[in-house]
């Protein structure tokens, strides 16, 4: 055995978001060859996102297949592979055309284990959130949906580092899982990650940011708000906690309770609209089972109840933003 | 692979006999429960339908799978779902293939190739395809049916699954059951095609039609359409035309099927028409024939008193296996 580490265990690089996923993908397919891809013009062209650049080349048409736009058939057709003993990968554009696909997802996928106990590996990708001037169809956050579907697990990485793990982790896990990915991330947010295998855990967050006086609850690309927010409270001698949920669904509420527990105060910070977002249920998690931790109310801060527009002025009022997250830890300071 | 030839022998034919048997019997049991009382759900019923459930996944071979709809149960029996398995599910029992969990005609095991289908029509239309593009991915020789009725072909899956499998040339073989309404639409207010199996050349597969009641023209029209499949010909869409005899389900009297309709279609009746065939080919005489159905009484009766007899799952397993380990 060598003293010297190998070079591959220790070596971290700087990696994208976007980066980290398609090395997942990568890494992924070259370690199991029942591993395919599903999904519209991820071969040649390399995806919209450009995620599976050069997979087609390297893994050939067969594992990388170019669908027609029939969001509906290649999910059942991912579910019909996977109870045949594949572990497919679908890739849906955006996340908002995931509602094509509710019904194969919700009825077929998520309840096929339940009755025969038999397995169904899938993953479902899909570049959800706003931000980017892309409008209505082209921003939505929809991991609420989904989150209130017993059989599904619901992905959500906030960094490179998780993103890739937890996409490692997804795949093998036997469970269809939908993987949202912040397009928002994809080329804005890097950090050094190991080139090496690695996963992430399921079901499980992670406390970003140690803290004493509040909680802030989040995921995906508002675990930057929520840091930068935690920043500026630290400046006025508020310490603020920041727990990255990373899985919607089933909720680590564990990770929650023991921060609440700590700080006795709680934000929840989310894109999704505020009724019935996720914040809703960890606000109702908190008050049932943290109640007596409590020092102040839960508050939700979350875009309003409206579809997500267009232009900048109103995209920009729309989403949830360090100012909004200040108001709130202001608030909780008074109790 | 042992593969049967597309002439069936004496044997073969007068095992399609017994399931057809069989499949009407346990059928006509599960209406008098029904009616009596004693199931804890709904029943959907095939009668009528025997010679397409049956003849064409017969065509199947052990590794193919199929994935029936909830009117189906009969195209399961030639893949080896026994009698027991149909009444433990039916009485939700915990020792069914769903633990209780699944309703009615909603079972499967992929150890013996069939697929637990969901009440979303046609949902497994696209699973199926799934399936063959596994196959096809791993160079194995094994063929996808699924079945739907001619209600189904309406929806978006439908089009989406059939035209996907054709871009890929998927090994599987797509059964129409045309038994002219769905609930209680008739085919007319459903399309304006002529025969669903029109819609293949949209696809660019063949589309065939077969007599829905002729359980030889069934099985040898879905034996042609599964062999071209797994030489790697491609899709075939089936069309089968017959009839509905009951209604919807167990609770539809189908008043809105006028009487001589069902007078017709009573003269058609599928077994009938095959104990003709036997008996034209000396395979089928009386005392044969009451042979076999008093056989198929007999299992009947063992299977409703083996699943009357079976537990009930407890309630707390109503939360289990939502999740995979």
Not at chain 1, 22 to 37: G, P, T, V
Not at chain 1, 47 to 53: P, S
Not at chain 2, 301 to 314: F, G, H, K
Request: hydrophobic share 40%; net charge negative.
């Amino acid at each position: 055995m060598s003293t010297q580490p190998s070079q591959s265990q220790d070596e971290q690089k700087e990696t994208l978001f976007i980066d980290a996923i398609s090395q997942a993908l990568w890494e992924e397919m070259e370690r199991d060859s029942s591993i395919f891809m599903m999904g519209e013009d991820i071969g040649p062209y390399g995806g919209a996102f450009k995620v599976t650049k050069g997979f087609i080349e390297h893994f050939g048409p067969e594992r990388i297949i170019d669908m027609p736009i029939a969001e509906e058939a290649y999910t059942g057709m991912a579910v019909g592979a996977a109870l045949t003993g594949m572990r497919p990968v679908i890739e849906y554009q955006y996340a908002d055309f995931i509602s094509c696909a509710w019904d194969q997802i919700v009825n077929v996928a998520a309840k096929y284990h339940y009755r025969t106990r038999e397995a169904v590996p899938m993953v479902m990708r899909a570049p959800s959130g706003a931000g980017l001037r892309a409008g209505p169809f082209h921003s939505q956050s929809p991991e609420g949906w989904f989150a209130h579907m017993p059989g599904l697990k619901v992905v959500m990485p906030g960094t490179p580092y998780d993103a890739k793990g937890l996409l490692k982790a997804a795949i093998r896990d036997n469970n269809p899982v939908i993987f949202f990915e912040h397009k928002y991330l994809y080329r804005r947010l890097k950090e050094q990650i190991p080139t090496d295998d690695y996963t992430v855990p399921i079901s499980k967050a992670k406390v970003h940011k140690e803290g004493t006086d509040a909680t802030i609850i989040t995921y995906a690309a508002m675990l930057q708000v929520a840091l930068e927010a935690a920043n500026k409270a630290q400046e006025k001698g508020i310490s603020v906690e920041v727990v990255d949920l990373r899985t919607i669904y089933p909720l680590d509420k564990e990770t929650i309770l023991n921060s609440v527990a700590k700080t006795s105060k709680a934000i929840m910070l989310y894109e999704d609209i505020k009724t019935l977002g996720i914040g809703a249920e960890v606000s109702a998690i908190i008050a049932e089972e943290a109640f007596e931790s409590l020092d102040g109310p839960v508050l939700r801060v979350a875009s309003p109840d409206a579809p997500i527009p267009y232009s900048p002025p109103l995209e920009d009022y729309f989403l949830p933003k360090v100012d909004d997250v200040m108001v709130a830890i202001d608030k909780l300071s008074a109790y | 692979m042992q593969v049967k030839p597309l002439e069936l022998g004496a044997k073969e034919l007068m095992d399609i006999y017994y399931l057809m048997r069989l499949g009407r019997a346990i059928e006509d049991r599960l209406n008098l429960l029904y009616k009596g009382g004693r199931l804890p759900g709904a029943i959907y019923l095939g009668t009528g339908q025997e010679a397409i459930e049956i003849g064409a996944s017969y065509a199947l071979e052990p590794g193919d799978v199929l994935a029936p709809t909830h009117r189906d149960m009969m195209s399961q029996l030639p893949r080896g779902i026994t009698p027991r398995e149909v009444f433990l599910q039916h009485y939700a029992r915990a020792d069914s293939l769903t633990h209780g969990k699944g309703e009615d005609n909603y079972q499967g095991d992929l150890k013996r190739g069939t697929f637990a289908t969901v009440s979303m029509l046609p949902d497994f239309y696209p699973v199926a395809a799934g399936a063959a593009l596994a196959f096809k991915l791993r160079r194995e020789k094994q063929v996808a049916m699924a079945y739907c009725g001619e209600g189904a072909t309406s929806v978006g899956d439908w089009h989406e699954a059939i035209n996907a499998a054709s871009v890929l040339n998927l090994p599987v073989v797509f059964v129409v059951i045309n038994n002219g309404y769905a609930y209680s639409t008739p085919v007319y207010k459903e399309m304006k095609v002529a025969n669903v199996a029109d819609r293949a050349c949209a696809y660019s597969i063949p589309g065939v039609i077969v007599d829905g009641n002729d359980v030889i023209e069934c099985y040898q029209g879905a034996k042609k359409a599964v062999e071209r499949a797994r030489e790697g010909g491609g899709p075939t869409l089936i069309e089968a035309k017959t009839m509905r005899m009951r209604g919807h389900a167990g609770h539809d009297p189908a008043t809105y099927v006028a009487k001589d309709i069902i007078d017709l279609w009573t003269k058609r009746d599928p077994i009938v028409r095959f104990e003709n065939y036997l008996t034209e080919r000396g395979l089928l005489d009386e005392d044969k024939k009451k042979e076999v159905i008093d056989h198929v009484n007999a299992t009947v009766e063992d299977a409703v008193n083996y699943a009357e007899q079976s537990p009930y799952p407890e309630g707390k397993e109503a939360t289990e296996d939502v999740y995979a380990a």
